[in-house]
Every structure is written in C-alpha cells, then in structure tokens.
C-alpha cells in the first residue's frame, strides 16, 4: 500500500491511474512517468519524486507495478485497477480511526486534491498543476485545491501595515476605488493621516456627468 499511496501523493495521479504503472510507463533513470491512458484521452508525463523512484525501485517486478495476473481476470478490478487497494485502504484508516475517533473519512480520491493543494502552497503555479493532474481546463484544477487556514492568514498578514497607529493617529495609504465596480478611479491616489471616525471613512462614485469625491 506504501508505494502506491506514495506514487499518489507525489504526483497527483488518479487511483486507476497509478495503480495500473507498469514497468515501461516508469523511467526511474529520468525521475518521469508516462500516463498513456487518461480521463480526458490525452497522454502526459509526470515527474517523480526521489522517494517515488526508491519505492518503485524495489518493487522486483517486470510488468505491472501493483497487478497481477489474477486481477485481469476480474473486469471490474481490470477496469477499475484501484480496487485492489480498496480493502488496504480501509483497513488503515480503521486503524487509525481507533486511536482517533474524530479522523475525517478520508478516500484514496483525497489523495489527488491533497497533491494538488500542497503544489500550490509550495510555490508551483496554477498552469503547472494543471498540466501535472492532466486538466485541460485550469477551472477544474481550482476546484480540486483547497488553500488551508494557514495560507490564508499568510495572505492576509501581507496587509496587515494597513491602518497602523502612528502615535494617536492612523496612516492610511492606497487607491480610491469605485464603490460599485470595484475598479481603481483615476488620479484619486491618497495618503493621509487621520484619527479614525465615521465621517473619515472614504469613498468615491461615479456619476453620469461628472466624478465627485467625499471624505
């Protein structure tokens, strides 16, 4: 089960996908695996991991990775190769479940997003997790990635000089953006101090003849 849930989560693969490598789709030489039967028909190359390519090395087979003849003789786990995993699978987080109780449901599918979501938190960009999950429209892949709580307060904490006290006043630096469609209005850049109270708040509008601007 290691290799496989490994090969999963280094490279975002689907199951089927990873559970049906066979030998001549691994170059362990070039750290790269061909996906040759897809979702979406189309062929890729994925990188490996170091440690995707230790595990597989190990692996003494000359065929397929993870099936055996048997499983061919099932249609079901022939077409859907990730089931031979199924019952490892749930054995583990049973496992698991015991010690903790309050361990999410997680599914072999979670493996993918969780690929997905770490790339992009680690720095990699939206097109490149595309071409690595094998979306071919970006939109999907920004419904597989899930930015967690902590990327989120880092995000925000890059704002957080707005507003800052100066003593008993507070410097306020930025664009003067219409209220209604969200866009910069020109030539209203402003810095200011001011001792914050209702009528200080800004704002700008347009209108049908004319800008005006209230502070």
């Known amino acids: 089960l290691y290799p496989f849930v490994l090969l999963l989560m280094n490279t975002g693969a689907r199951a089927s996908e990873a559970a049906s490598r066979h030998v001549d789709d691994v170059d362990l030489k070039g750290m790269t695996t061909e996906i040759r039967v897809t979702k979406s028909g189309k062929p890729r190359t994925v990188p490996i991991t170091k440690a995707v390519r230790d595990a597989l090395a190990i692996i003494d087979t000359q065929d397929y990775f993870f099936l055996e003849e048997k499983h061919f003789k099932n249609e079901r786990k022939k077409n859907r190769p990730a089931l031979i995993f199924r019952e490892a699978w ?79 006043r507070v410097r306020i630096d930025g664009t003067f953006q219409d209220n209604k469609m969200g866009i910069p209005c020109q030539g209203y850049n402003y810095s200011m101090s001011l001792n914050i109270r209702p009528e200080d708040l800004l704002y700008c509008q347009k209108r049908k003849k004319k800008k005006t601007s209230d502070t």
């Open 90 to 168: 749930e054995s583990a987080l049973s496992r698991v479940k015991k010690r903790d109780p309050f361990f999410p449901e997680i599914t072999i599918h979670d493996l993918r997003h969780t690929a997905g979501t770490h790339l992009l938190e680690n720095g990699a960009d939206l097109r490149t997790v595309a071409d690595i999950l094998g979306h071919s429209d970006i939109r999907m892949t920004m419904k597989y990635t899930h930015p967690s709580d902590q990327k989120k307060q880092d995000a925000v904490e890059r704002i957080s000089h707005l507003g800052i006290k100066q003593g008993n």
